[in-house]
């Protein structure tokens, strides 16, 4: 064929030059339809990061503050409880309506997580920032006393604005109130003293 072709002449050289550029436009056509066609099988970044396990720093947080980070599209609270803060905790029972998280244990906490302070290290608080009751978010309510929306013997802790739901700094939920459960403890475990893993408990 290339003898063909070198002996055809100016006229036929041309038409040579012209079939290799076409062929050239529609092989690099080809690969480019077929760059999205594959690329639809893969996750999205969008898609791997809803899943995803998330890293939090906590070497800043002081005795009595809070930071929030975001997994899965929630807001998780990571709290450093001061020592009257846990100390407070256990007397408290008997205002909660589910202390030990046993109405829906699976779904509350953890089984690291089911004690008297909801953490693995009693120190710091780790909960989904999400009322049980209709999905909104609790405001911060750490001073103890009297407030308004609140009992009087007030030891810290959340409000929920939108229906009045109230919750210990363990994340437990108050008697009568329109939130059915506890605040969720999600997997997460300790990769250093100063670093969490939201979402992943495996070596928990």
């Known amino acids: 064929m290339s003898e063909t072709l070198a002996s055809s002449g100016p006229v036929d050289a041309s038409k040579r030059t012209w079939l ?24 999205s970044e969008k898609a791997k990061a809803a899943g995803a396990a998330v890293e939090a720093d906590i070497s800043a947080l002081k005795v009595g503050e809070k ?24 007397t408290l029972d008997s205002q909660l309506a589910d202390p030990k998280s046993e109405r829906k244990p699976a779904e509350q906490a953890p089984a690291y997580a089911r004690n008297a302070t909801r953490s693995i290290k009693p120190e710091y608080l780790v909960v989904v ?6 999905g909104c978010s609790p405001s911060d309510k750490f001073t103890p006393g009297p407030q308004p929306s609140l009992p009087d013997n007030w030891q810290g802790g959340f409000f929920c604005p939108c229906h009045g739901s109230t919750f210990d700094l363990a994340g437990r939920v108050f008697k009568n109130k329109p939130a059915p459960d506890n605040l969720e403890v999600p997997p997460h475990m300790y990769l250093s003293d100063t670093k969490l893993l939201i979402g992943d408990d495996k070596k928990a």
């Open 67 to 90: 930071m929030t980070v975001e997994w899965r599209g929630k807001p998780v609270w990571i709290m450093r409880r001061t020592p009257e803060e846990l100390a407070a905790l256990p």
């Open 20 to 43: 290799i550029a076409t062929s050239c436009v529609g092989a690099v056509g080809g690969i480019a339809a077929a760059v999205p066609f594959v690329s639809s099988f893969q996750p």
């Open 129 to 134: 920032g999400i009322c049980t009751h209709l």
